[in-house]
């Protein structure tokens, strides 16, 4: 109970000291006017107020954190691994590593084959082109004259031979150094007067088989392979198309002009006959019987890569013929297939 009159009239701005039990907040509050008191009026007593439960009246709003007992070293959750466990590991990984590899492996083969058929194809639509605006196919003087030296007339440039592939040299070709490459083919389609390398083009100098200055063929100069920076593929520092294993792309040209090609390779019966006259990847012999190296593609242009594993071949290990679709000739990649 509260009698304070020092605060005058302010009375009603006490303060109430209440104390706190664990049990029940039970008070017992009686409140007495300033008047009333003067005049001796009995006090009237507050209503009791009901009790508050123990868990309602406790708020305790901050719970405690859990304590985390601190790891110890060498124990529980933090065990390394054994020596058994990481050989394990990586025995596992060096399996999954050989199984996905020949996989690997293909998914590239055939990503490069994807590559040579766009090159290849990209060849034979410039030298149509060139042979349209000019009237005569893009190869030198000295190569038109070796051609016509040969008994069909056609023209083969880039064919780097093997002692297996079972070509003969035309008659009267002599040395000429473009029946191992194709540099003269393609310096006269990208009318380049000079070599990457600087030493001018013997072919296409001063633009003399390419007077209109027309880039009919682009290719990307990949620089010199020999020195293993520079990828396989492009044009070489010496002018050379090579594939993407780095081999040059074989092209031949119908410099007859009788829609007939005949490549020094697939021209061959061990290779392309299939039977008779019939011959394969669509060749034919005119001959009768087809017994004789004269197996023709009917068009102007054949361009073709060794494929991946850069070789090619007229008879196997036993002197028996090969063909086309067998061994080391079933990779090749053709403009004609």
Not at 45 to 52: H, I, K, N, Q, V
Not at 105 to 130: G, L, W
Not at 165 to 181: C, K, Q, T, V
Not at 294 to 299: E, I, S
Request: charged content about 15%.
């Amino acid at each position: 109970m509260i009698s304070d009159f020092a605060n005058g009239s302010d009375y009603w701005k006490c303060t109430l000291p209440v104390e706190w039990h664990d049990c029940s907040w039970s008070p017992a509050i009686a409140l007495r006017s300033g008047i009333e008191i003067r005049r001796g009026a009995a006090t009237k007593p507050l209503p009791a107020l009901s009790l508050m439960p123990h868990s309602v009246r406790r708020l305790n709003l901050a719970k405690p954190m859990k304590k985390i007992a601190p790891r110890k070293s060498g124990t529980g959750n933090s065990r390394a691994f054994t020596l058994v466990e990481l050989l394990t590991v990586i025995a596992i990984i060096g399996i999954l590593a050989a199984m996905l590899m020949p996989a690997l492996i293909h998914v590239k083969i055939a990503a490069q084959k994807a590559k040579a058929k766009v090159e290849i194809a990209d060849i034979v639509n410039a030298i149509n082109a060139y042979d349209s605006d000019y009237g005569h196919f893009p190869i030198s003087t000295n190569e038109q004259a070796a051609a016509y030296a040969v008994g069909n007339n056609d023209f083969t440039c880039g064919l780097v031979a093997n002692p297996q592939s079972g070509i003969i040299w035309p008659a009267g070709a002599g040395g000429n150094f473009s029946y191992d490459n194709n540099s003269n083919v393609i310096s006269i389609l990208m009318d380049l007067t000079a070599f990457p390398s600087g030493a001018p083009t013997p072919a296409n100098s001063f633009h003399q088989k390419n007077p209109k200055q027309i880039k009919y063929l682009n290719a990307k100069l990949s620089g010199d392979p020999g020195t293993g920076v520079q990828p396989p593929g492009g044009v070489d520092n010496n002018g050379i198309y090579r594939d993407p294993w780095g081999n040059p792309y074989i092209i031949t040209v119908d410099t007859s002009y009788d829609d007939q090609c005949s490549d020094l390779f697939y021209s061959q019966q061990n290779v392309s006959q299939s039977s008779g006259q019939t011959g394969l990847n669509g060749l034919f012999n005119p001959t009768a019987g087809g017994g004789t190296d004269n197996f023709l593609y009917h068009g102007k242009v054949m361009v073709w890569s060794a494929g991946p594993d850069k070789t090619f071949a007229s008879k196997d290990a036993s002197n028996n013929p090969l063909k086309a679709n067998q061994g080391v000739n079933k990779d090749n990649v053709l403009s004609w297939q």
